[in-house]
């Protein structure tokens, strides 16, 4: 079983509306938790890292929430544009040995 | 390079030919991942080193799988008789320090394998 769940699998929303993915994982002990937006075709880029004591975290229209006690964390994207079209990826990493689990990916297509 | 750089960027072998894909982090960086994308897929971890001592290699699929990085700086992921079911994007990361609990990746631009 994969130790991070993303959901929706995919989605599309109208320009200008603002969305929300979810990240469930049962990675343990927990370091940190990433989110990625990978372009078709691209090496994913970084969006938030957010280690155990953070609870959110922004990056321009980005903003990521984490409930370490839940183990769940969101993706929330303002104001959607054509240019969010992408696959947004959590990772999570233990502590103490860094190994990465990947989620899937949350693909968002954003439509005019 | 001011990138993370892997080569070759495509590969096409035939099945139980052996292939060498090659990442070159960021100069300085401590940390190396290496991970798979099959098509469709999410990504897959298989190892990662800080310098050069390999961590953890519980995620390489099988012992037809390895990888060094004798330097501390270029890592070569080795896939052994391949086979079609090793096709995907083979992609590296890396990071500056150790333990990278807060530090960004950077990733490479994949290593795309075809196995036919």
């Known amino acids: 079983k994969n130790q991070v769940e993303q959901s929706p699998q995919s989605l599309i929303i109208l320009e200008g509306k603002n969305c929300t993915l979810q990240c469930n994982y049962t990675v343990s002990p927990f370091s940190n938790l990433r989110w990625y937006k990978q372009d078709t075709g691209r090496g994913p880029v970084s969006l938030t890292i957010?280690?155990?004591?953070?609870n959110t975290k922004s990056n321009g229209r980005y903003t990521a929430t984490l409930d370490a006690d839940t183990k769940q964390s969101s993706l929330h994207i303002t104001a959607s544009q054509l240019s969010d079209s992408a696959s947004y990826i959590c990772?999570?990493?233990?502590?103490?040995?860094?190994?990465?689990?990947f989620g899937k990916g949350n693909q968002v297509v954003v439509i005019p | 390079g001011a990138g993370v750089s892997q080569s070759p960027r495509y590969k096409v072998t035939k099945r139980g030919q052996d292939v060498a894909l090659r990442c070159d982090p960021i100069?300085?960086?401590?940390?190396l991942y290496w991970y798979r994308q099959a098509l469709g897929q999410g990504p897959e971890f298989l190892t990662y080193f800080n310098y050069e001592a390999q961590q953890d290699k519980s995620g390489l699929p099988n012992d037809r799988f390895s990888a060094e990085r004798p330097e501390g700086s270029i890592s070569t992921l080795t896939i052994q008789r391949t086979e079609q079911r090793d096709s995907a994007m083979y992609r590296c990361?890396?990071?500056?320090?150790?333990?990278?609990?807060?530090?960004?990746?950077?990733f490479g631009s994949g290593t795309q394998l075809s196995v036919l």
């Open positions: 990772v999570v990493s233990s502590y103490g040995n860094n190994r990465l689990a």
């Open positions: 100069s300085g960086h401590v940390s």
């Open positions: 957010m280690t155990f004591s953070e």
């Open positions: 990361a890396s990071s500056l320090a150790q333990g990278a609990s807060n530090e960004k990746l950077f």
